[in-house]
Nanobody
Framework: VQLQASGGGLVQAGGSLRLSCAAS????????MGWFRQAPGKEREFVAT????????YYADSVKGRFTISRDNAKNIVNLQMNSLKPDDTAVYYC?????????????????????WGQGTLVTVSS
């Protein structure tokens, strides 16, 4: 699976950005998709995940109510709409794909369960 993320950039606090990730090399609707982020000097952390049909959604508490993950299985794209951005959201954002059939919500939030990763896109939120 090849993943290509785009849409990062510089935005002021309170602003919005929309990240997109295009997937190829595997039947997209067979993959659970996720977004993770890594801030300077910090470990990679879970942001959001979406199930194969788009109905199962999970968010990190830090982004709940501000970020929305969605997918278009016809276009092989997963999006992350980020609103009300804060300086703490500054990080490199990675899209990831998993072909695991999860039995729990916790598993979906763990980076080690995602075998495929994009190259990352930088989001910088200025105060």
């Amino acid at each position: 699976v090849q993943l290509q993320a785009s849409g990062g950039g510089l935005v002021q606090a309170g602003g919005s950005l929309r990240l997109s990730c295009a997937a190829s090399g595997r039947t997209f609707s067979n993959l659970v998709m996720g977004w993770f982020r890594q801030a300077p000097g910090k470990e990679r952390e879970f942001v959001a995940t979406i199930g194969r049909s788009g109905k199962t959604l999970y968010y990190a508490d830090s982004v709940k109510g501000r970020f929305t993950i969605s997918r278009d299985n016809a276009k092989n794209i997963v999006n992350l709409q980020m609103n009300s951005l804060k300086p703490d959201d500054t990080a490199v954002y990675y899209c990831a794909a998993s072909d695991v059939f999860f039995s729990s919500s916790v598993g979906r939030t763990l980076a080690r369960n995602y075998a495929y990763w994009g190259q990352g896109t930088l989001v910088t939120v200025s105060s």
